[in-house]
């Protein structure tokens, strides 16, 4: 019953802490600059494999590859940053 309620609440609970206004804007902030960033750094290497591919440069087709790779690794960890935003309120109380 606990994995279903945690997996239906998808944002933090920021009731739990204080200065909860200022929490939520500065983490709201950080996790939309972070998938900001790491969109366009996946258009920018997706463009640069193309157009290395298609050239013949496949030194910096392959540069342009592992930029796709940390692009969506960094996607996905800004989409842990949320679920780690919010175990980290709910742990506190235990300890």
Not at 13 to 35: K, P, Q
Not at 36 to 58: D, K, N, Q, R
């Amino acid at each position: 019953m606990r994995l279903i309620q945690f997996a239906s609440s998808i944002g933090p609970d920021f009731g739990a802490v204080g200065s909860a206004g200022g929490l939520r804007l500065i983490v709201g902030a950080l996790l939309t600059y972070g998938l900001v960033v790491a969109v366009f750094m996946l258009v920018i290497s997706v463009t640069t494999w193309a157009i290395a591919s298609s050239s013949g440069s496949w030194h910096t087709a392959q540069k342009a590859k592992v930029g796709c790779f940390v692009a969506i690794g960094g996607a996905a960890f800004t989409g842990a940053a949320l679920t780690w935003a919010n175990w980290l309120p709910d742990i506190g109380p235990h300890l």
